[in-house]
């Protein structure tokens, strides 16, 4: 206080202004130090707030990390593992082994079995020279053994990694339809099922991919071979008609005759044949004789000679040699007038080739 008297005394408001300046920023440097701290104290207060988001952030980003990388580990351990026992499922089959099945209807017939196992020997080692497949088996789908069932046991317990089945039915049925695929697993039709354990045919699921070909075009193969065995034993085909005998569809009937009037039209063309008849001798008819005779009859009503032929795909006794023989020995004068051969479809060398074919492609 003295100091500032004095320096106003000599030089006036200069100093007192100096003073008085000096006094004003004395209070300015105690509140900017002032304002200073708090601002310090605010900006710790802020940086230590950010750095407690910053942390809380961080802690964020390293739980998410680490639960990925988690999630992650535990994933690819659980597909490891799934694939580990898949491998483990899989190993049964160490390497592709393919087995082709021939199904046919079956027969009581020793003859008609053997006819099919005919065609098994026949194109076995065509077959065979894919090396891919390493056998060929036959089974009848009912009246015989080996089934189905009892084949695709063997190839099962053999360690087969496909089962191919061609289905060797030349003729309009069910069978193709339905019954295969419920006796292999493929499909499950309750109803279906129920019939075939009434009827004893066991059903079996292999442990091997099955794999059933399409079928055969069987009209266009009747046609020839149907067309090829009348020229066989026609012997005046001027004066002569066709009787076919087929065993015969109730479901199938419209098919059947659709069928029949495809043949005669090809016979027609290609064979010279005016007139065609036809009769079934299954359970249609419940294997009666008289059909048979009547059908001939018709025949030569029109024609000199009738020439039976019957559509079967295997010799039965039962049917060509009792019920359409019984037919036509009840035909006045058929000795003279009635040109028949206890035949059937088989054996047909382009049926057999068809087999061949079948598998060639399915297995490429």
């Known amino acids: 206080m003295k100091l500032l008297g004095t320096t106003k005394d000599l030089q006036g408001n200069r100093y007192h202004f100096a003073g008085s300046f000096q006094f004003i920023n004395e209070d300015w440097m105690k509140n900017k130090n002032k304002n200073e701290n708090e601002t310090e104290k605010k900006e710790k207060i802020n940086n230590s707030n950010n750095n407690q988001k910053i942390q809380k952030r961080m802690k964020k980003v390293v739980f998410i990390l680490m639960a990925f990388l988690f999630s ?57 020279k894919n090396k891919r497949i390493s056998d060929v088996k036959t089974a009848y789908m009912e009246y015989t053994r080996p ?25 309009i049925s069910s069978h193709t339809a339905d019954d295969i695929q419920n006796i ?31 079928l055969l075009d069987f009209p ?19 004066n002569e008609g066709v009787v076919l005998v087929a065993y015969g569809s109730t479901p199938y009937n419209q098919q059947w005759e659709e069928l029949i009037q495809d043949i005669g039209k090809y016979l027609k063309l290609n064979a010279e044949v005016e007139n065609v008849s036809y009769a079934w001798c299954g359970h249609v008819v419940k294997f009666a004789t008289e059909p048979t005779t009547n059908a001939i009859n018709q025949i030569l009503e029109m024609e000199q000679n009738a020439v039976v032929i019957p559509i079967l795909v295997a010799v039965d006794e039962k049917f060509q040699g009792e019920i359409i023989l019984n037919g036509i020995q009840a035909v006045e004068n058929h000795t003279e007038k009635v040109i028949y051969r206890q035949d059937a479809i088989l054996p047909d060398k382009n049926i057999n080739k068809w087999i061949v074919d079948i598998v060639d492609k399915t297995v490429k």
């Not at 009892?150 to 060797?168: A, H, T």
């Not at 039709?189 to 292999?206: C, Q, R, S």
């Open 220 to 238: 266009g193969y009747l046609k020839k071979n149907i067309a090829r065995r009348y020229k066989e034993i026609s012997k005046d085909k001027g």
């Open 72 to 128: 992650s580990v535990f994933i690819s351990c659980n597909n490891s593992g799934e694939q580990s026992s898949a491998g483990q499922k899989d190993s049964i089959f160490d390497k592709e082994k393919i087995g082709v099945l021939i199904v046919n209807h079956g027969s009581h017939s020793k003859q008609w079995r053997e006819m099919l196992l005919d065609v098994e020997t026949q194109v076995k080692p065509e077959i065979l």
């Open 147 to 171: 089934s189905i069932a009892d084949q695709l046991k063997v190839f099962d317990s053999e360690n087969y990694s496909e089962i191919i089945i061609v289905q060797m039915f030349l003729t």
């Open 184 to 214: 292999v697993g493929i499909t499950a039709n309750p109803d279906v099922l129920a019939t075939l354990k009434e009827e004893k045919i066991e059903v079996y699921k292999p442990k091997a991919r099955v794999t059933i070909t399409p």
